[in-house]
């Protein structure tokens, strides 16, 4: 079942991905191709550790590769809101270099 989700997944990533680099540029298109290729890496590393019976990794790389696929997807998440929300008040008030870059 998990493989399934991920070959859907994938499917659309490489669709958005297609459209990023054939036709419109939107960084959208981006920021949500690389939403869906974390949330495959992290789907591959939970439960069955699909990928780990693929790869055999060692379990500091696995770990990074977990925590990395996490980090990403939240990342680009913030930024897909950002650009969905454009010149709003609350893109305004929030700074995203203090969310990033904590003091």
């Known amino acids: 079942m998990q493989m399934i989700v991920c070959i859907i997944l994938l499917l659309h990533g490489m669709y958005t991905g297609a459209i990023f680099f054939m036709a419109s540029r939107k960084k959208l298109l981006f920021y949500f191709s ?19 019976s693929v790869f055999p990794l060692s379990l500091e790389l696995s770990l990074k590769i977990h925590l990395l696929s996490y980090m990403g997807s939240h990342i680009c998440i913030l930024r897909v809101v950002q650009l969905l929300l454009g010149r709003s008040r609350i893109v305004q008030t929030v700074s995203w270099d203090s969310v990033f870059l904590p003091s």
Do not use: A, F, P
Request: hydrophobic residues 60%; aromatic residues 0%; negative net charge.
């Open 34 to 52: 690389g939403i869906v290729v974390c949330t495959v890496l992290t789907i591959m590393m939970n439960d069955d550790k699909l990928l780990l």
